[in-house]
Each structure stands twice: as C-alpha cells, then as structure tokens.
C-alpha cells in the first residue's frame, strides 16, 4: 500500500504541476442556480481540467448548506475524480477522539476522498484517528491565510509561536507518511522559518490570487525538499464569464506560471 505522501508526490511529478483547483463552486453566481446545474458544472470542471490538475479540493461549506441535496454532490464527487487527481476534503474536522473516528469513518471510507483538512486545537487524540489510515493524507491547519490567524496561531507560549506546536505535533507524528501542513501563501516573511522547521512536509498553499499571495515565492520555498501544492479556488472559477472554457483557460494560465517556476 503506497503511502499517501508518496501518492501525491506521484501525481504531482506526473502531471508537472502543483495546482489545487479548489471546488468552492457559488452557484448563485452561476447562470442555472439548481443543484442538477451544479452538480453538471462541476462534472463539466474536472473532465475539463483533469489533465492539468493533481488535486481538487473541495470545501464542504459549499453544499452542506444545502443539507442532503448538497450532500448527494459531495457524495459523487470522487466517483466523478475516479482515481484520475487526489482530492481534499476541506471539512476542517477537529473533535474529541471517539468523535473523529467517525468524522474519519464517513470522510475517507463514506465518501472516499483521499485527504481532509483538520484542526489541531483539540490536542493529538483529535487527529490521531485520521493519521490510521495510511493511504490517506492530513492536512493539519498550522499557520492559514485568513487575518484572524493572528488571533491565536500566532501567539506566543514559552517564547515561541503557537503554529510552531502545530508544527513540531506534526513532524513527531508523521509515522505514517501521510501528514502536510496548510501554510497561508500570503504569510511571506514566515514561510522560510517554517520550511526549515517542517523538513520534507508537504505545504497546502492557500491565499494565492485573490488574498495576494506570491506564487513564485510560495513554490520556491515550499518545494525545498518537499511538495508545495498551490490552492486556488476564486481565481480560476471566477475566471471571464465563469464558462468552462474560461475555467479551462485560467487553470492553463496557473499552470504556465507553476511549471515555470518547478
């Protein structure tokens, strides 16, 4: 059985490439507002983007809002993949122990995506369930891109930042192969400190595009002895009209820049 960080160093190296198409699809901003238009549009993303594309990452916020019709979506998504790309479920899942042996249980088993973002707050026996599954990944929120991250990962307990924990946690409990760390592109003065400290980690990279992360740097960095996966979600579906011809364009457009840099 390969091991998930090995899974995904294959998949990148094979298609040259470090994009993470994420599909955070708004369907209000669509021109058909139904589930069964978004549920095709998104058929209609991966058939058109999957040679391009080594990960899609999905965040659940997006259809369980819609209760079990989105569900249903969530449900198809990796029957739609079909072991072609490696898929993220950006769930954020982070409960007590017994709890997240079912969060797990439905994530990996139920629903059958590769990976899932998890929070570390709770302490190890919250992501302890996940790191069992040796053929799935675990991307552990360490230092995100979003403005509230300086609320708490960035504060300091016995004269170092807190995410540097999240860090150490990580590394001491990679025996499986099959952690990474989610590294905000945008935290640019930070992100060589973390590569020294994180080794051979694999990065889920968001913030480039529209919260202003540099994409060049973000690479450079993060493929130092390791894999830097680049996240972008409103860059490309926002891209011209929103058609999957634009989709297709700017997802080849990330790509040009990504492989230019590797």
Request: hydrophobic content about 35%; glycine content about 8%; charged content about 25%.
């Amino acid at each position: 059985m390969k091991k998930f960080n090995e899974k995904l160093s294959k998949f990148c190296k094979e298609k040259n490439n470090r994009l993470c198409l994420g599909l955070d699809v708004d369907n209000s901003k669509l021109k058909n507002s139904s589930l069964k238009y978004l549920e095709d549009y998104i058929v209609d993303i991966i058939d058109n983007t999957i040679d391009l594309c080594p990960i899609y990452k999905v965040n659940f916020a997006f259809y369980e809002r819609f209760g079990s019709d989105g569900f249903k979506i969530l449900e198809k998504i990796n029957s739609i993949i079909n072991g072609r790309a490696i898929s993220i479920a950006d769930a954020k899942r982070g409960d007590i122990g017994n709890s997240s042996k079912f969060y797990a249980d439905a994530i990996f088993n139920f629903l059958e995506f590769d990976s899932i973002t998890v929070s570390p707050y709770m302490g190890l026996d919250s992501i302890e369930p996940f790191i069992q599954y040796k053929d799935k990944g675990i991307f552990v929120l360490c230092l995100t891109s979003n403005k509230g991250s300086e609320d708490f990962q960035m504060k300091i307990s016995n004269n170092k930042e807190i995410y540097k924990y999240v860090i150490d946690m990580a590394i001491k409990n990679n025996y499986n192969n099959n952690l990474g760390l989610v590294i905000g592109a945008t935290n640019k003065k930070y992100l060589k400190e973390i590569k020294s400290l994180s080794g051979n980690l694999p990065w889920l990279m968001p913030g480039v595009g529209f919260q202003g992360g540099d994409l060049k740097e973000s690479i450079s960095i993060g493929e130092k002895n390791g894999i830097a996966i680049i996240n972008v979600s409103r860059g490309i579906l926002n891209a011209g009209n929103r058609t999957i011809n634009d989709i297709r364009k700017a997802t080849k457009i990330y790509t040009e820049q990504i492989r230019a840099v590797l």
